[in-house]
């Protein structure tokens, strides 16, 4: 069972700046994995499948549109994401993602008159050797 999320921040650059995320409604992980299957011989089923790719990102959807949109595009940052645990709040059971080598990709904002603006950012990831995976959960015990 979890509630919320919190503990979202954005790293980046020299210094380094560190964003801290409120107002958050929604975070969605991108957790994919591209696979190529082999078949032959007029099997009608694959006899060998191959995880040959693999994509790694984060979209945070909130009200802090102006620190959404403030990560400079083009520059890789660190973002954290505490899925607090219902009954422990970021104590046991607790899941942190964190999303090392992110880069912006988008970040639209909508708002209707007389109601509340969000808006959301998309980042995607890269491997810095091509086989560590950018991406990490742990949960708290």
């Not at 499948?49 to 990102?57: D, E, K, L, M, N």
Request: with cysteine.
């Amino acid at each position: 069972l979890y509630m919320n999320w919190t503990g979202i921040t954005c790293v980046y650059g020299v210094g380094p700046t560190t964003i801290t995320l409120l107002e958050v409604i929604d975070v969605a992980i991108l957790d994919a994995e591209g696979v190529e299957m082999w078949q032959s011989d007029g099997n009608p089923f694959p006899t060998l499948i191959v995880a040959s790719q693999a994509a790694r990102g984060i979209t945070i959807t909130g009200g802090d549109v102006a620190k959404l949109r403030g990560v400079p595009r083009n520059t890789p940052c660190t973002i954290t994401a505490i899925l607090n645990d219902a009954v422990n709040g970021t104590g046991s059971g607790a899941l942190t993602h964190v999303l090392v080598n992110a880069v912006r990709t988008e970040s639209p904002k909508a708002g209707q008159s007389n109601k509340f603006a969000a808006g959301s950012a998309t980042f995607v990831a890269y491997s810095a050797d091509g086989t560590t995976d950018p991406l990490t959960i742990t949960q708290a015990t």
